[in-house]
């Protein structure tokens, strides 16, 4: 169900942080050590605002707003620089868990199948 305060979450098992896009002028905040237990509990919430205020709210964990305009660019060139240092393709996991939008987070050049990096 869609959230009327969360365009969309994208969470790293790997790293921990969750970034948040929040609908309309409220921007996008990085949040960091969030668990995984957290993600899955928020995700799985009835009512996405509610659980913001409510619950992930209260637990204080450390953020930062990102820049307006291109509020997930920098998860895109996280993405980018992770696979970049990967040479064994078993050594990949599942990147990121998502909700939301489908076009709340671009997805990282490798995945969009760009021409320059097929190279």
């Not at 905040?29 to 913001?52: H, M, N, Q």
């Not at 953020?63 to 240092?85: C, F, M, N, T, W």
């Amino acid at each position: 169900m869609p959230s009327s305060v969360i365009l969309g979450m994208r969470y790293s098992p790997e790293t921990k942080v969750l970034v948040i896009a929040f609908r309309g002028a409220r921007g996008t905040y990085r949040y960091f050590d969030v668990p995984l237990e957290e993600w899955v509990a928020f995700r799985g919430s009835g009512s996405k605002g509610t659980y913001l205020n409510e619950v992930f709210k209260t637990k204080n964990y450390r953020y930062e707003k990102l820049p307006a305009g291109r509020p997930s660019r920098s998860l895109v060139i996280e993405d980018e620089q992770r696979e970049s240092h990967k040479n064994d393709q078993t050594e990949q996991k599942a990147e990121f868990l998502e909700w939301g939008e489908t076009w709340a987070f671009p997805k990282p050049r490798a995945q969009r199948g760009d021409a320059h990096n097929r190279q």
